[in-house]
């Protein structure tokens, strides 16, 4: 079955609307359970990927350099999440979990900074100024986390199926448009898109493993699979490091045969 994903702007109704679709589809609704399934898959702390995806301060100058740990962990978990389809995540850039993926029906919420000002007016006791001023900073941050961790603009349209105004759409429409357009049959798989998935499924598992791994954390490699046959690529300065590459790859659940093309660095990297 198909998967939806709901991003939001804060304060736009995002995620009772994601909740009212996967009561009307019969989905599941996940948020935070993707994360929950990245520290218990890959033992990281819950707590860390809560401070890259939602922790406001200058977290990009602390976590700079684990970025690409938890874009790629996130990916993985979200795939064994999504396993079967019937779900609809509300949560931070699950548009970019799933590339090239047909039968993902990807979905952006808006709001006028108005209605917005007047929902945090209500929820958080603050009067007009601060109330523009907070939602400021929050689409601030937010911006410049995804952008970090993706290199996108995620408020950008181009990247979405479907984008709904909820200043005048009410939720129980917005979630009757997701739901019919959940139900097109462009948006049900089909046997390319699905092999498309478990290639997606077992290329994250991968990354993953080599990303946790003590000895290949640091390595920068090109992962791609077909059918369950993984084709491994890169730059490596220590040739016995393909050895444990490949002993990794082979541990990965769906990997049937593993093919590499590694190369030493140029000379001139390896005599300065």
């Given at each position: 079955m198909s998967i939806v994903t709901v991003s939001h702007a804060a304060f736009t109704g995002g995620s009772e609307i994601a909740q009212k679709t996967a009561l009307?589809?019969?989905?599941?609704?996940?948020?935070?359970?993707?994360?929950?399934?990245?520290s218990q898959r890959y033992g990281i702390p819950e707590a860390k990927f809560t401070e890259v995806l939602e922790t406001e301060g200058h977290w990009w100058e602390r976590w700079l350099e684990s970025l690409r740990l938890y874009r790629i962990t996130l990916q993985a978990a979200m795939c064994e999440v999504a396993q079967g389809g019937r779900i609809v995540y509300h949560g931070r850039a699950g548009q970019e979990l799933f590339p090239g993926i047909r039968h993902v029906l990807k979905v952006l919420i808006i709001a006028s900074m108005d209605y917005r000002i007047e929902q945090v007016k209500?929820?958080?006791?603050?009067?007009?100024?601060?109330?523009?001023?907070?939602?400021?900073?929050?689409?601030?941050?937010?911006?410049?986390?995804?952008?970090?961790?993706f290199n996108i603009d995620w408020q950008d349209p181009i990247g979405y199926d479907l984008v709904i105004n909820t200043s005048r759409i009410t939720p129980?429409?917005?979630?009757?448009?997701?739901?019919?357009?959940?139900?097109?049959?462009e948006f049900q798989p089909t046997a390319d898109s699905e092999k498309a998935f478990g290639d997606l499924t077992i290329t994250a598992r991968v990354q993953a493993a080599l990303i946790t791994s003590a000895r290949t954390r640091n390595v920068?490699?090109?992962?791609?699979?077909?059918?369950?046959?993984?084709?491994?690529?890169?730059?490596?300065?220590?040739?016995?490091?393909?050895?444990?590459?490949?002993?990794?790859?082979?541990?990965?659940?769906?990997?049937?045969?593993?093919?590499?093309?590694?190369?030493?660095?140029?000379?001139?990297?390896?005599?300065?």
């Open positions: 009307n589809l019969n989905y599941r609704s996940i948020n935070r359970e993707v994360l929950i399934e990245a209500t929820r958080r006791g603050l009067d007009n100024t601060n109330a523009r001023q907070f939602l400021k900073e929050l689409d601030r941050v937010r911006g410049r986390r995804l952008r970090a961790l129980e429409t917005a979630a009757d448009l997701i739901t019919q357009t959940a139900s097109r049959a920068i490699l090109n992962v791609r699979s077909d059918g369950g046959r993984v084709y491994i690529s890169g730059i490596l300065a220590d040739p016995d490091l393909e050895k444990e590459i490949v002993r990794i790859a082979k541990g990965v659940s769906g990997v049937t045969d593993t093919v590499t093309d590694i190369e030493p660095p140029p000379i001139e990297y390896m005599h300065p």
